[in-house]
Structure formats: C-alpha cells, structure tokens
C-alpha cells in the first residue's frame, strides 16, 4: 500500500496535495484541498504540458495501469474513483457514474419510459382544464362552482400524498418497482374519472390520479438523475419537464372534439390509461438504479444493470467505483426528522425553496389569465391562445435541454427569474399605464409569451433535475419527496386563494408582486444554489455546508 501521509507532499511532477491522506491501492482519499500543476498526463511514459490550475477540487482520477499505478490529470471531469467524506460525515462517490458518451445510447429508451409518468403528470394537469364545462353539464353540476373547485383540486390533494409517499417507497422497493406501483393509482384513476356517473366518484378518481401523478413528480427527476451519464445529466434531466409540457399539449388537442361531441370528455380522461399500462410494462424490462442496487448490496443485480446501461466493458470499472464510494459508509437511510436536521436542513431547505419560489412566481396565475389576455389583443380562439402557450413552453424546454450541462444549472436559474420577473411588469404595466393603452393587448400578448418562455428555461425545469444532485444518498429520496411535497401544497394553497386575492387588490398589482417574488428568487439563488454542472454530489455538498 503507497501512503502520501498529512500536511504537503510534493512529487517529481508538480503534484502539491495538502491536508489529505491518500491509499492509491484502494482508492480511498480523505480531501480538504488539492492544488496542482495541470502540466502532465502520465501513460506509458509519456508526458503532456499544460497551463497552471489554481485550486483544483475535481479532475484528478485514480486508475490501474499495465505496470502500476496511473495518475490522470484533466481540466475536466470524466472519470474519477475516489472517495471523500464530508465534514458532515456521509460517505459520497466522488466518481459519478460516467460512462462515455458513446455508451449513452443505451441510456435514453428508460429515460424514455421514464418520462411516461412526466407526460401523465402534464396530461392529468391539463385535461381538466377544457373538459370540465362538459363534464359539470354531464354530472348535474353546471352552477355548483364549489363542487367543480373539488374536481380541479383534488387532484393537487392527491398529489401532495403521492409526492410524500413515492420516497418511502423509492428506499423500500427500489426505483423501477414504485414505478410500477404508481401506475396502479394511475390506471384506476383514469378509470374511475372516464366511467363517473356521480360527482363522489369523479373526485375519488381525480384523488387517486394525483396520488400517481405526485408519485411521478418525484420518482421521475430521481431515476433519470441516477442512471444518467454525468456529462448529459443535465440534457437528460430537463426532458423530464419537456415531457410534462408534451402532455400538457396532449391534454389541450384531446379536447378539441369536445365542441361537436360533449361526451368526448370520458374518452379524454380515458385515454390516460394507455401510457399508465405503457409505464408499468416499460419498467419491467427497465434496469434498476445500480446505486440503489449496489446500498441494498445486490452486487449481482447491480452488475447486471451496470452491463445494460452502458455495456458489459463499463462493469468492472463502475462497480469499482461504487465499491470506492461505499467503502467506510455504515449509515442507514435516513429518517424523516433526519431532514429537519442542522446537519441536512441547509440544503433541504435549497431545494423546498426553489419549488416555493417557482409557485409563488405566478407561473399559474400567467397560463390562467392567458386566455383574457390573448382575447384582448384580438385572438378569439380559447384553443389558438392556449396552443400558443403551450407552444412556448415546450419550445422553451427543448432549449433549457441544449443548453442545461453547457451553461449550467445556478445561470439558467437566475436567467429564468430575470425573465420572469421583467415580463411580470410588463404584463402590470400593460394593464395601468394609460400611455401603453393603444399597445395594451400586444404588450400583454409579448410579456405572456416571453414570461413562459422565460419559465420554461430554467425556473420550470430546473428544480426538479437539481434536487437529486444537490441532496446526498442518504436522504436523496426523502428530500426530493419533501420538496415536492412544498412544491403540491403550494400549489394547492395558491389555486384556493389566488382569485380571492385577484378581487381585492386587482390583476395588476397581483403582477407586480409576482415580479417582486422572481427579483426575490434571483437573490436567493445567487447566495444559496450552487452551480451543480460535472460536479460530484460530495463537492456540491461541501459547497452547501462548508463549516458543518
């Protein structure tokens, strides 16, 4: 076994490592800080020169050589087998999973089926919207507001369960079978809502349909994250709010034969069956997350992921790395009030807050009024208005996933925010300024649009693809269930009050304090949320606690 023991070992090759102790055989590595002269890289005798790097916290990997023991050094991350424990003391692999991009491929048809539950997410979410005038007419309840208000939020009641729940059932079962559980709710909800004769069963059935689809919210985000490749992560974790936009969009051209038939809205609600079957099917023959694999110590199981995922020349070096990172590491999973502790509470309270923030922006209050907006501006259509928003926001999305792991998660944040709180007083000023009155309707039309596009970028699909990167494996499951459970209830508290609000203090100034909440988030980010792009869950949790 070679030892570099403490304080400043220095090499015939400008490596300075200060403060941390080294067992090159095993991998193991205790880091407080590395700094390094990037000027070499060491195969079989050959040396390559570069430029000085300062402090240098990721780039180094440890790998066996023909002869011994290689030191590779990059400016960038590509693979790394070492191990650090935080000052928190949780044990995190250092060296994500990252297969080369050549053996991504294999990724993409499970992130696929994956994205089903994102697409029922968006779908149950929009179907209601036109469905339900005909649907009130059907059940005997055209004046009853109070009992349509039920049918709409219960929806999001459901939801609030399902996204508490799915992380229990994530550690429990695994990834890939709480997927199938969930299309249980899924598929007797779409059921129950398509063959409702009363008002009691609509509602049980839109209760159960959100139990699946908040079971979705945080499965989806999770799964997608943990067998993603580290250099595509981000691509690969956006399409998850693309494809809620896709069903959202799926919902609204489901409702277009409602106008000559006003029963068309059971097959609407049925036809949500389909992907739910899709989606319990497709993960029957979808691998299992190897992390989870690997901390239920089914190494066989594991290994066999391993190989469908990026191939069976991957699977000594991945699980390798696994057995690095889960070396020294004899925690359980974490519990609930675990959460609310000084030890966790910083970067959990991150990612509830990103999720409140993304709510309390006004991103409901924009696609509710966009109808009235676009009716001002001279477009009729309830179906052009909101084609044109949906439009927006799957356009929006696609680009979000471009540009995710090239720009970064922290700057399309802030980015996003900036947007959306620059068309939020747009949108205010176009309803006060009397000098904008002849350009009112088209300001209103432009500030919506840009405001979803604005979302779109990063405040919409940003949240949900950070919280498994932020949050380390010990309460990963727990954590982004917590966070969507703030993300439903805020939701939910928001749709019962945002019209009583509207009525007392009007649309426009309801606007600019919407404007104010996305200034506020700019803030927020800018000093709490850490740029997450290549970076090891161990490093970005140093970066949250750094004097824990």
Known sequence: ???????????????????????????????????????????????????????VSMGAGLVRAKNGIEIAVRPSVKTRSIKAQASGGDIEDLTPINPQAKSSGAVLPFVGVACLGAMLFGYHLGVVNGALEYLSKDLGIPENTVMQGWIVSTLLAGATVGSFTGGTLADKFGRTRTFQLDAIPLIIGAFLTATAQTVQTMIIGRFLAGIGIGISSAIVPLYISEISPTEIRGALGSINQLFICIGILAALVAGLPLAGNPLWWRTMFGVAIVPAILLAVGMAFSPESPRWLFQQGKIPEAEKAIRTLYGKERVAEVMYELRTAGQGSTEQEAGWFDLFSSRYWKVVSVGAALFLFQQLAGINAVVYYSTAVFRSAGIASDVAASALVGASNVFGSAIASSLMDRQGRKSLLMTSFSGMAASMLLLSLSFTWKVLAPYSGTLAVVGTVLYVLSFSLGAGPVPALLLPEIFASRIRAKAVALSLGTHWISNFVIGLYFLSVVNKFGISSVYLGFAGVCALAVLYIAGNVVETKGRSLEEIELALNPTT
């Open 1 to 55: 076994m070679m030892q570099a023991s403490t304080h400043l070992v220095r090499g015939n090759f400008g490596i300075e490592i200060s403060k941390r102790r080294v067992f090159l055989c095993f991998g193991e590595v205790k880091q407080r800080s590395l700094t390094l002269n990037r000027n070499f890289c060491i195969r079989s005798g050959s040396t390559c020169s570069g430029s000085r790097s300062g402090d």
